[in-house]
């Protein structure tokens, strides 16, 4: 036993140090083509990795979010290249792009501004999508200059497509009985265990969504490549093409190999430039005015949510955001906030306490709210109070409603398993929420008057942080998901737009010159592996252990949660 955990430990630290040799290469420079450094600097950026909101933290090679890059690294980079003399241009590699179209769009924008500096932004693809869709890809590589693809690849241009798994038949067959409530027609979290296809309030609204998506994609194309919206459509629909066939009908610019590509560069550069990988150099300005921008990212929980450094997805823990947004509040150096949220919502209760503390912060300094891939549900919630709120078009937000139940067992353990129970009990509702038996009448409908409750506050919060009637949000709410380019003439979003945009507004509603630099602070600060080990509330190995046991547990949903099917959509390629 000594013996294998002493092999565990050394084949843990040569990960680390395989990881740390990994990060430290990958963040030095090199000249293209071997060639000396003397023609500028060319940033490049390799999508090759899933985008996230915020910097993660040291994280295993075998993490659940190792190796992804985020926002807080590549927003600031691209900043401050705009205005770097000795940046030429942008060399991107799109080998495999994994990010929602809301991300998309804003690194598209990222783009065309670096352009507008005067920044050449040349793309090279091996293939699009290759054996799979390669719409988001190309949406991406759209927003380039110059588009070359190696003469054996594939344009998978090939549209939006959505797979909802439907669990009702398997449940019957495994004598599991879902037991579940919602309020709000479009709340379709449930129907994923309750029914066997798409009811016509959710076939409706997810229709409606994806024809605004698809709108979305088809124009910023058109647009790109100089093509009417019509032309676009009925390539989407000639799709897939070989990479011959893509330049004829204009969608890329040139073919050749990545020795050609590096040569076509080099050209473009001017000279001898040297190689630097975009968010190496960090990028955020150390003088101006500070101004905090805090990540919402991931779902809502309450208590604490923080990511352990064995991987794991993103999550808000209402007490790990309080901190946060107490700590800004007291700093006196800020004037202003972005709040930067990507959640498809989770807990009622967790987003009503980070809903207070935003208020709390907003009586303080002015809060502007930017959107990311989703602020719905309770992402929304949390969001509803803002002094303005921005989204890009591709944003998924709205969903105000409220789901929850649970799944009850008895059939399947005695029937199937030969399990039997005998249960006593005090109280007449002792077993609400035990998985044994589905809800009776009368525990039904005392769901739904909690439920309805949650739902009233929702409106009610909506209805005096948008300056809207209780009867209007009521109109547009139901759980129905919006997109953003669809959210913003019903009132729920004030602007269409990304980082810049709400950074522009937070500084004009802290009292900042238009033209004043900024200084960016993100929160929460991510820790290095030192703070991480010498924080004796958190053992790596131990929360490995409870990670992995929680994801063998079951659990009801919690109530406000954006429903598996929707949440696709943001990433429907």
């Known amino acids: 036993m000594k013996r294998l955990f002493l092999a565990f430990v050394v084949l843990v630290g040569i990960a680390i140090v395989a990881a740390v040799a990994g990060i430290v290469l990958a963040g030095k420079s090199h000249s293209i083509g071997g060639l000396a450094a003397g023609g500028g600097t060319v940033l490049v950026w390799r999508v090759d990795r899933p985008v996230v909101e915020q910097e993660v933290e040291p994280a295993l090679p075998f993490g659940g979010r190792a190796g992804a890059d985020s926002m807080a690294e590549l927003y600031p980079a691209f900043r401050a290249a705009r205005s770097d003399a000795g940046v030429r241009g942008l060399a991107v590699y799109v080998e495999g792009a994994a990010m929602g179209l809301a991300k998309a769009e804003e690194l598209r924008r990222q783009m065309r501004s670096l352009k507008a500096a005067g920044k050449f932004v040349e793309c090279y693809m091996d293939t699009v999508g290759e054996g799979g869709n390669g719409t988001l890809d190309y949406f991406l590589a759209s927003a380039c200059d110059h588009i070359q693809m190696s003469p054996a690849g594939n344009l998978n241009l090939l549209g939006l497509f959505l797979d909802s798994r439907f669990l009702r038949g398997a449940l019957d067959k495994l004598k599991i009985d879902p037991s579940f409530n919602h309020v709000g027609e479009y709340k379709s979290f449930a129907e994923t265990y309750t029914e066997s296809q798409y009811s016509p309030a959710a076939a409706r609204a997810l229709n409606t969504v994806l024809d605004s998506l698809y709108g979305q994609v088809v124009q910023a194309i058109a647009e790109a490549r100089r093509l009417s919206p019509q032309a676009v ?134 809060v502007v709210v930017s959107m990311s891939d989703y602020a719905a549900s309770g992402g929304y919630y949390i969001a509803a109070r803002a002094k303005r709120i921005v989204a890009e078009a591709a944003t998924l937000t709205g969903s105000i409603g ?171 390629f």
């Open 402 to 572: 409220v789901v929850g139940g649970k799944f009850a067992t008895r059939r399947f353990e005695h029937d199937l398993l030969g399990i039997t129970h005998d249960q006593l009990k005090r109280g007449r509702n002792a077993d609400f929420y035990g998985s044994t038996d589905p809800f009776t009448p009368a525990q039904t409908a005392q769901v739904q008057r909690m439920m309805r409750q949650v739902y009233d506050l929702f409106v009610g919060n909506v209805s005096a942080g948008r300056h809207m009637t209780r009867e209007a949000v009521d109109a547009i709410a139901g759980g129905r998901v919006w997109t953003g380019a669809e959210a913003k003439p019903l009132g729920l979003v004030d602007e269409i737009g990304g980082l810049d945009r709400a950074i522009e507004l937070a500084k004009k509603a802290g009292g900042l010159p238009a033209g004043e630099a900024v200084r960016l602070e993100f929160y929460p600060r991510s820790r290095s592996w030192l703070e991480m080990f010498r924080d004796r509330r958190e053992s790596p190995l131990p929360e490995a252990l409870v990670r992995l046991v929680h994801s063998l547990e079951t659990r009801p949903p919690d109530l406000l949660e954006l429903p598996p099917l929707e949440r696709g959509l943001a990433r429907p």
């Open 233 to 366: 459509r009925a390539l989407v629909d000639g799709a897939p093409y070989t990479a011959a066939e893509a330049k004829a009908n204009g969608l890329i610019d040139s073919l050749g190999y990545p020795d050609e590509f590096r040569d076509r560069v080099r050209r473009l550069a001017g000279g001898r430039p040297r190689l630097a990988r975009l968010g190496s150099g960090g990028g955020v300005a150390l003088a101006g005015q500070r101004l905090a921008v805090i990540f919402a990212e991931g779902e809502i929980r309450r208590g604490r949510a923080a990511p352990g450094p064995f991987g794991g997805d993103a999550a808000i823990g209402a007490d790990d955001i309080a901190e946060t947004l107490h700590q800004v509040a007291e700093d006196d150096g800020i004037p202003a906030v972005v709040l930067r949220v990507d959640s498809p919502g989770g807990s009622a209760l967790a987003s009503d306490l980070i809903l207070h503390e935003v208020e709390r912060l907003q009586r303080r300094k002015p």
